[in-house]
T-cell receptor, first 112, second 115 residues
Framework: GEKVEQHESTLSVREGDSAVINCTYT??????FPWYKQEAGKSLHFVID?????DRKQSQRLIVLLDKKAKRFSLHITATQPEDSAIYFC???????????FGKGTHLHVLP | EAAVTQSPRSKVAVTGGKVTLSCHQT?????MYWYRQDTGHGLRLIHY???????EKGDIPDGYKASRPSQENFSLILELASLSQTAVYFC??????????????FGSGTRLTVL
């Protein structure tokens, strides 16, 4: 069935280091891959996305890479800061492009 | 700024009772979604809608009904609440572009406890 697998459930990095979160998807027709951030006790908000017609996108310290052959996409957070600590969710649309499926989330801890 | 408002913020319900969670968006978005969040499961899609008066089943629709009476409003109904439906529920809306969902804007969530 339609799935988005998020490989790291927890990730700890030192402040200033980079963090990488990896996701894979099953539907080759997927065309839109957003990432969302959820801070403790709060709702989710959008941070960055990538579409299937490009393989890299950057927004400040966030970089998203898309490998369509491997059906894999990843979020890179460079020069991590304490405020980056949160749960990050990857997501994908499917053949039915109204439907948005989420991974299980990665809890990122940025350690001082 | 997109605005999605959920009510109530939290609710305690009894097993077998009826629960209605409401969602209202002022974004003029076509697509609306209900997700539930449980530890270890991430966000799972319950129901969604891409037009008023029509709803679609998501991945875990059993035990839930949805209603979209207008573009702005989308409700989630638990006719017979069960313990397993204790979770945090999020509503979201999306503008959509060319038939593809775009950025989702989430409400603040409803924490439902079924006793």
């Amino acid at each position: 069935g339609e799935k988005v697998e998020q490989h790291e459930s927890t990730l700890s990095v030192r402040e200033g280091d980079s963090a990488v979160i990896n996701c894979t998807y099953t539907d080759t027709a997927s065309s839109y891959f957003p990432w969302y951030k959820q801070e403790a006790g709060k709702s989710l908000h959008f941070v960055i996305d990538i579409r299937s017609n490009v393989d890299r996108k950057q927004s400040q310290r966030l970089i998203v890479l898309l490998d369509k052959k491997a059906k894999r996409f990843s979020l890179h957070i460079t020069a991590t800061q304490p405020e980056d600590s949160a749960i990050y969710f990857c997501a994908a649309t499917y053949t039915n492009a109204y439907k948005v499926i989420f991974g299980k989330g990665t809890h990122l801890h940025v350690l001082p | 700024e997109a605005a999605v408002t959920q009510s109530p913020r939290s609710k305690v319900a009894v097993t077998g009772g009826k629960v209605t969670l409401s969602c209202h968006q002022t974004n003029n978005h076509d697509y609306m979604y209900w997700y539930r969040q449980d530890t270890g499961h991430g966000l799972r899609l319950i129901h969604y809608s891409y037009v008023a008066d029509s709803t679609e089943k998501g991945d875990i629709p059993d035990g839930y009904k949805a209603s979209r009476p207008s573009q702005e409003n989308f409700s989630l109904i638990l006719e017979l609440a069960s313990l397993s439906q204790t979770a945090v529920y999020f509503c979201a809306s999306s503008p959509g572009l060319g038939g593809v969902a775009e950025t989702l804007y989430f409400g603040s969530g409803t924490r439902l406890t079924v006793l």
